[in-house]
């Protein structure tokens, strides 16, 4: 089982950066692959972006191409976010997930409480 701690949240203007972490208990962090998703009020929850196991490919959704870059770094057990050109629309708060198969959007098995992230126009 792995725990998982996100920070980074934050009020940010238009046009603004943010970068989002996600630290990981326990010493099998290279096991999971890890993923962010958001959840907009009233909205569902969504895939924001994916990234393998030992962090070689990665998968982006398509509203935050270009200016969203997630990384892995399993000597930290952490998944990072870096969000730039943020847009009043990526308002939300933002959740990392882990999984032990595969990888990319879907199912997950391990989840963060989340952290919020607010820009303001």
């Known amino acids: 089982q792995v725990q998982l701690v996100e920070s980074g949240g934050g009020l940010v203007q238009a046009g603004g950066s943010l970068r989002l972490s996600c630290a990981a208990s326990?010493?099998?962090?290279?096991?999971?692959?890890m993923g962010w998703f958001r959840q907009a009020p009233g909205k569902e929850r969504e895939f924001v972006a994916a990234?393998?196991?030992?962090?070689?490919?990665?998968s982006h959704a398509d509203s935050v191409k270009g200016r969203f870059t997630i990384s892995k770094d399993n000597a930290k057990n952490t998944v990072y976010l870096q969000m730039n050109s943020l847009k009043p629309e990526d308002t939300a708060v933002y959740y990392c997930a882990a999984r032990l198969r595969g990888w990319g959007p879907g199912e997950y098995d391990y989840w963060g409480q989340g952290t919020q992230v607010t820009v303001s126009s």
């Open positions: 990234v393998s196991r030992f962090g070689t490919s990665t």
């Open positions: 326990g010493r099998t962090f290279s096991s999971y692959a």
